[in-house]
């Protein structure tokens, strides 16, 4: 199976350039190409070209050709980049697009020449039509799905879209939701980094809406001052891990789900990997050199992230803050390091193994365990899991950066702009790069 993801700003752009048009026009995608360990090859488009008047050779209402030069720098540029070659067109006219014989001698020949000149890397073709869009690898039969991520996670074509009725269990949510969304939650693979306070919520609220694929990631074992705040945790279960007992809960529920879990720590390369094959990432963890690679995971190769975070602050045993925070990483909004909400000194201390912590001068001290409370836990997380919904459903919810203030009960939406030369999420960043780019993470 193959798809390709895009930011929604470059394909509503695209649209605009090609659509509506008496002639059919033409653009080509740059994307980087990953592949899963289920065996999924993604496109992730990094940048697009739109053709000029000069670039073609032909136009016409049933057909367009480009010129030569084009097709020569566009390649010249993939194999240089190591980047797949996405070439798009439109076709006039308001009904659902459909790939003609024009189109198939065309990419004979394109697919032919790029299998001599760049062999290493899987190409497609996308046409659009003010009715839609299709997408297809180039010079073959085989449809490709097309992911687009912005405000919502929408999937715009997808050859593979459930028709079956969703199950009686979820009866309630269909009536909010609709059986697309219900379908959209059911097909998702979503990665649960952290699996104390809120993570464990995530989890529980997760499965009971239908998700059935999981990665669970979190080093850590059940602690006596866990039993407070981790959902399904016994006393009993002290000293075994984390991933454990939420993994247990979801079985609990839901026998055939689907399970990856990993007790280990983020911060390493090795386990940041299982990420990629995920479709949305819960950011649960409570330390900045974490939420560093979380980030990158997510713009890089395209994996939107809710990120979670919950705060009480005291002063001299007088509580003087009670706070949450939820935010959506993902195209089109700004990364924790735009927001100002990652310190570098503290990313750069959670990077350091405990001997290394031990001999750096500018390292002083432990911290302190920070206060925790499952309701806070609990109505965070609530606001998270609805994001989500928000995001792959027609929940007509679009807050995408969220501050909770329990002392004053309100909810406050927060804008943060994204940075232009952001290290993370801009086109001169890690911006889907995929495999090109080194995680900034430990390589032990």
Same mark, same amino acid.
């Given at each position: 199976?193959i798809?390709f993801?895009?930011d929604?700003?470059?394909l ?6 090609l659509?509506?048009s ?8 740059f994307a980087s190409q990953v592949?899963?360990s289920? *065996? ?5 488009? @990094?940048d697009?070209e739109?053709a000029?008047?000069?670039?073609y ?5 049933q ?5 030569? $030069?084009?097709?020569? @720098?566009?390649t ?8 797949s070659? =996405?070439?798009?067109?439109s076709?006039p006219?308001?009904? %659902?697009?459909h790939?003609s014989? =024009?189109?198939?001698?065309?990419e004979?020949?394109l697919? +032919? ?9 899987i190409?497609?073709?996308?046409v659009?039509? %003010?009715g839609?869009?299709?997408?297809r690898?180039?010079g073959t039969i ?11 996670r929408?999937?715009?074509?997808d ?5 079956e009725?969703p199950?009686e ?5 269909v009536?909010?939701? #609709?059986a &697309? ?5 059911e ?8 699996l104390g306070g809120?993570?464990s919520?995530?989890?529980q ?9 999981? =990665?669970?990631?979190?080093p850590?074992? =059940? ?7 981790v959902? *399904? +945790?016994?006393p &009993?279960d002290v000293?075994? &891990? ?7 809960y979801?079985?609990s529920?839901a ?10 720590d983020?911060i390493k390369?090795?386990?940041a ?7 949305l990432i819960?950011?649960c963890?409570?330390?900045h050199?974490?939420r ?8 890089q190769y ?10 009480i602050t005291?002063?001299? #045993?007088?509580v003087?803050?009670i706070f949450g925070?939820v935010q959506m990483? $993902?195209p #089109?909004h700004?990364c924790l390091s ?9 990313v750069? @201390?959670d990077?350091m ?7 750096d001068?500018?390292?002083? *001290?432990?911290r302190?365990? $920070?206060?925790a409370v499952?309701s806070l836990n ?10 989500l ?11 995408h ?7 004053s009960?309100?909810l406050?939406?927060v804008?943060s702009?994204a940075? %232009? ?7 001169e960043?890690a911006?889907?790069?995929?495999? %090109?780019q ?7």
């Amino acid at each position: 199976m193959i798809e390709f993801t895009i930011d929604a700003a470059d394909l509503e752009a695209v649209k605009a350039a090609l659509l509506p048009s008496d002639v059919e026009r033409c653009a080509v995608l740059f994307a980087s190409q990953v592949t899963r360990s289920d *065996g999924l090859t993604r496109l992730l488009v @990094r940048d697009y070209e739109l053709a000029a008047a000069d670039d073609y050779a032909a136009q016409g209402t049933q057909h367009a050709e480009l010129r030569p $030069a084009l097709v020569a @720098r566009v390649t010249k540029r993939a194999r240089r980049e190591k980047l797949s070659l =996405i070439f798009v067109h439109s076709h006039p006219g308001s009904g %659902a697009p459909h790939f003609s014989l =024009i189109d198939d001698e065309g990419e004979h020949h394109l697919a +032919a020449f790029l299998g001599h000149r760049h062999p290493d890397n899987i190409h497609a073709a996308l046409v659009m039509s %003010a009715g839609g869009l299709r997408a297809r690898q180039l010079g073959t039969i085989n449809e490709i799905r097309v992911v687009s991520l912005g405000e919502r996670r929408v999937i715009p074509f997808d050859p593979e879209r459930a028709m079956e009725r969703p199950a009686e269990a979820f009866d309630r949510q269909v009536r909010a939701f #609709g059986a &697309s969304g219900q379908h959209a939650l059911e097909r998702m693979r979503v990665a649960i980094v952290g699996l104390g306070g809120t993570g464990s919520l995530v989890a529980q609220q997760l499965v009971h809406l239908g998700i059935r694929k999981f =990665i669970l990631v979190d080093p850590d074992v =059940i602690e006596a001052t866990n039993l407070n705040r981790v959902v *399904g +945790a016994m006393p &009993s279960d002290v000293g075994n &891990s984390k991933v454990e007992v939420a993994a247990r809960y979801i079985r609990s529920f839901a026998a055939g789900a689907e399970i990856t879990s990993v007790a280990g720590d983020v911060i390493k390369a090795r386990t940041a990997q299982v990420l990629f094959d995920a479709d949305l990432i819960f950011g649960c963890t409570d330390s900045h050199g974490s939420r560093s690679i979380l980030q990158q995971v997510s713009y890089q190769y395209l994996i939107p992230c809710i990120d979670i975070g919950t705060t009480i602050t005291t002063n001299k #045993g007088t509580v003087t803050g009670i706070f949450g925070r939820v935010q959506m990483l $993902a195209p #089109g909004h700004a990364c924790l390091s735009c927001s100002d909400l990652l310190s570098p000194e503290e990313v750069r @201390r959670d990077m350091m193994s405990a001997f290394e912590r031990k001999s750096d001068p500018y390292i002083q *001290g432990a911290r302190e365990p $920070a206060p925790a409370v499952v309701s806070l836990n609990g109505t965070v997380v609530s606001l998270a899991v609805t994001m989500l919904l928000g995001f792959v459903t027609e929940i007509p919810t679009r807050g995408h950066y969220v501050i909770y203030n329990a002392m004053s009960s309100t909810l406050r939406s927060v804008r943060s702009g994204a940075k %232009a030369n952001c290290f993370i999420c801009s086109r001169e960043g890690a911006f889907a790069r995929g495999d %090109a780019q080194r995680l900034f993470a430990r390589q032990d």
